[in-house]
């Protein structure tokens, strides 16, 4: 891209000045200056000092203002449900302005994908040394980390002298940015979807979307797989409700490359419980026996089934043997209650809130992403794409209070039968 556009690259600072500036102009409410919608886009742009922080190496000091904003939108989302009164604020631009940009947005990103170095921007240190001592402690499906440790290959050999390229090297680097692109088209196109089937306004997916690729959290992380792609599947699931078989194979899919949405169960099997839970768990069972079977052609002397079974589900997460940021200088004791706490609160979701519509099934969901933040033992903090797009939903949904499933969905497996409503069914 530099051949063609010379110094095209704009450095990560210039563009949290720039974003900061496009999102106030674009999405502030002047007029209401006081509204809820306001306050929430002052959350977002609060992320990127911390960002800006971890990138330069002050890591303790970056990661402690990324868990106060996320604290900040953790008791926003779990305030969610109770804020009744849902006000249509479109955007300052126009629909036709706000597709433009948004479609220019998604440009500039694939070329940023193309053309930097995998991942496109290293936050921190920790980067590097997990290149060099590799993934072991992450949890979620070893395939999937294998495509993540694709990715910090690459970190370790920018740290030494760059030879010739090989061709596994091209291999690489084409498989982490062919994923990463798929992956961020994903999260868009059922951002705008969502807006379309659930909200039943289309400018407010594509506003919602052209929002996620503003933000400069999304510039500095575009090439982390490990971001983006539990992002897109879980924006998809949320796309899907109404097809409980598919959103159990989607949510059960986010767990096997991360595990952490293993603890979103809880909320989705109380959102199905009185219509879609028979089709919704046997959606979840399949995806996830599809995941162990597969951990059966993976596995080796060195890495047997059961070892890749307990990464798979998490239990290396528990007690990891290497941490990185926030947990690297704070003792790992302070970490228990908060996995206990964690653990409390995404079980109560079950039966809180006790009427649960889409709305709260978005606010909800990405509460429970947005906790685990904070015992992730390596670099909790960073991975925002996790709830994001949720969160972005969330701020711009409208009233969805009848968007229930004994509603909202279909009585038997045909998917183009009406919903009937007060009518029960798996």
């Not at 948004?102 to 991942?119: D, E, R, S």
């Not at 705008?192 to 052209?210: K, L, P, R």
């Not at 509460?367 to 670099?379: E, I, L, N, S, Y």
Request: aromatic fraction near 12%.
């Amino acid at each position: 891209m530099q051949d063609i556009l010379f110094e095209y690259e704009m450095h990560p600072t210039t563009w949290v000045y720039v974003s900061a500036l496009m999102t106030i102009g674009i999405y502030f409410k002047f007029r209401r200056f006081w509204s809820v919608r306001n306050l929430d886009l002052i959350g977002l742009v609060a992320f990127a000092p911390g960002l800006l922080l971890v990138s330069h190496q002050q890591e303790q000091l970056g990661f402690l203002w990324l868990f106060i904003v996320t604290g900040f939108f953790l008791v926003r989302l779990l305030l969610d449900p109770v804020m009744v009164r849902r006000p249509l604020l479109e955007p300052n631009l126009s629909a036709s302005g706000l597709t433009f940009m948004g479609a220019a947005l998604l440009v500039f990103l694939f070329a940023n994908v193309i053309t930097n170095k995998v991942p496109s921007s290293i936050p921190s240190g920790t980067e590097q040394a997990q290149a060099a001592h590799g993934n072991a402690d992450a949890p979620g499906h070893p395939w999937f980390h294998a495509i993540v440790d694709f990715a910090r290959e690459e970190v370790a050999s920018d740290n030494g002298d760059r030879q010739d390229l090989s061709r596994r090297s091209l291999v690489r680097q084409a498989t982490v940015r062919t994923a990463a692109i798929i992956a961020h088209l994903a999260v868009v196109i059922g951002m705008v979807m969502i807006g379309y089937w659930h909200f039943d306004n289309i400018h407010t997916g594509v506003a919602a979307a052209s929002l996620y690729l503003l933000l400069p959290y999304t510039a500095q992380m575009t090439g982390h797989v490990d971001h983006v792609v539990p992002a897109a599947l879980l924006t998809w699931a949320v796309a899907a409700y109404r097809r409980p078989l598919a959103a159990g194979v989607l949510i059960a899919l986010a767990a096997g490359t991360i595990f952490y949405p293993w603890f979103l169960l809880p909320l989705w099997l109380g959102f199905y419980w009185r219509r879609g839970l028979v089709r919704f768990s046997i959606g979840v069972t399949a995806a996830l026996l599809v995941l162990v079977i597969s951990l059966m052609f993976a596995a080796t002397e060195s890495a047997p089934l059961s070892t890749q079974l307990q990464e798979m589900f998490g239990c290396t997460s528990l007690l990891p043997r290497n941490m990185s940021g926030f947990w690297e200088d704070h003792d790992t004791a302070f970490r228990i209650p908060v996995l206990a706490a964690y653990v409390a609160l995404c079980a109560s979701l079950a039966l809180w809130p006790a009427h649960k519509n889409l709305g709260t099934l978005l606010s909800c969901s990405a509460v429970v992403m947005v906790a685990a933040q904070f015992w992730h033992a390596t670099g909790g903090g960073l991975f925002m794409a996790w709830y994001l797009p949720l969160l972005i939903l969330t701020i711009f949904r409208p009233n969805l209070e009848d968007r229930v499933a004994l509603t909202a969905l279909t009585t038997g497996w045909i998917p183009w039968r009406k919903p009937i409503a007060g009518m029960e069914g798996g």
